[in-house]
């Protein structure tokens, strides 16, 4: 299982009340002339029609799955992102929340993509991992970036990541960051390590998530292993520390999302966790802490990516240019609570006249320092066979 972003409706209105929605990102920020130009007259480029520019395929809709409550919608009087874009740009979209999980989504997709077949989605958001795999098995198009001016917007820490080392294939959508989530109240004291999670004190009161990359990369971490560098067999330690914790009833429960429940509910004292996840429950719940332990932490992103063999190019191209502009970013990033892949974002929310919205450029969440950064590692590609390999031993220990 991979990580799973579905929150409770009342955790979704809550944030949404705190950040009040205000004015300050209502308004739709123009596209760019290149985008413009590359679409044509609106003559052109009607639902249905197949023009083009420069060979890119166009036909005035976009479909986009991306995962569940990861952009602002329209509610309660307040317009959100998609129907600002289809108002700026006179697309079609249809959005669907229909990415739970990067496993089963790319269970969905193989057979046509591996058949050189079209799926339907233009734009499809998998986690860094993933991403690399469609790359090498070649089932991506390249983006068209010159129509994508906004991109150059994407922060310096992201640029040609290992996933996609040439920087011509994605876009983060948003960024996290894995740590330990705690409740005060129930630890009686502050963490900052790893090795929290395997104190005896805390016995049958810790969480840890069923994505493998989260879990076993701050193990590793613990047991003095780099992520980016692992072999299997140089997980061994981290392997056996998790299951002799599980085995001891040290772990409580291997979770997705739901870890969020027993977090506050003080039936995990800790556990491993997202940083977005915490910035949102702690609006609510102010003993919940999250740390970058001391050992480090894990970052990820989801990726924006063109399938092979997409209809709707040049409108995907105009979507991504949209959300890479920083008045529109911060809109999304306000109500996501991760960490934006846009520059800029940090200073448009500060610039807010709402202080509830202004405050968050100061979050340490959404806005990991340098320090902070330094700290973080990002799990190694793996090969088929090495990610059958973990993938199994793992397995052996949550379900075991």
């Known amino acids: 299982m991979n990580r799973q972003r579905v929150r409770t409706v009342q955790q979704a209105i809550n944030r949404r009340q705190f950040l009040g929605r205000g004015a ?15 679409c044509g007259s609106d003559d052109d480029d009607k639902p249905g029609s197949s023009s083009t520019s420069a060979g890119r395929s166009s036909t005035g809709d976009l479909l986009v799955s991306n ?12 317009t959100g992102s998609i129907d600002l874009f289809k108002e700026a740009s006179g697309i079609d979209v249809t959005y669907n929340e229909d990415y739970n999980d990067n496993n089963e989504f790319f269970a969905k997709i193989q057979p046509d993509l591996a058949a050189g077949n079209a799926i339907e989605p233009d734009i499809i958001a998998p986690t860094f991992w993933l991403v690399a795999r469609l790359i090498s098995l070649g089932w991506l198009d390249k983006l068209p970036l010159d129509l994508i ?22 876009l983060p959508w948003q960024s996290g ?3 330990i989530a705690y409740n005060i109240d129930v ?4 963490l ?20 493998m990359r989260d879990t076993l990369g701050l193990t590793l971490l613990s047991v003095g292993k780099d992520p980016n560098t692992i072999t299997f067999d140089d997980a061994a330690d981290a392997f056996d520390k998790l299951e002799k914790a599980k085995n001891d009833g040290q772990i409580r429960q291997f979770t997705g999302n739901d870890y969020q429940d027993d977090l506050i509910a003080g039936n995990f004292a800790a556990c491993v966790a997202w940083s977005g996840d915490v910035a949102q429950l702690a609006l609510d719940t102010p003993s919940l802490r999250f740390v970058i332990p001391d050992e480090g932490g894990m970052q990820w992103s989801d990726c924006m990516v063109i399938p092979k063999g997409a209809d709707s190019i040049v409108e995907a191209a105009k979507f991504m240019d949209y959300v890479y502009d920083p008045v529109n970013a911060a809109r999304i990033a306000a109500y996501v609570g991760y960490n934006s ?10 610039a807010s006249d709402d202080p509830a919205v202004a405050a968050l450029a100061d979050s ?29 031993r793992f397995s052996s220990i949550t379900t075991g």
């Open 149 to 170: 001016p906004n991109a150059a917007n994407l922060v310096s820490s992201l640029q040609k990541p290992s996933w996609d080392p040439t920087g011509e294939y994605s």
């Open 24 to 38: 300050m990102f209502g308004g739709a920020v123009m596209l760019s002339p290149a985008l413009l130009a590359a």
């Open 364 to 392: 340490a969440l959404m806005f990991p320092d340098d320090a902070t950064l330094g700290r973080l590692k990002v799990f190694k590609s793996l090969s088929d066979d090495e990610e059958a390999q973990f993938d199994e």
């Open 341 to 350: 892949p846009v520059a800029g974002v940090q200073d448009e929310l500060r």
């Open 177 to 179: 960051m894995t740590g």
């Open 67 to 78: 995962w569940p409550l990861y952009i602002d919608p329209t509610e309660d009087g307040v």
């Open 192 to 211: 900052d390590s790893v090795d929290d999670l395997f104190d005896p004190a805390f016995k049958g009161k810790i969480g840890m998530l069923t994505e």
């Open 187 to 190: 630890t009686g004291r502050e």
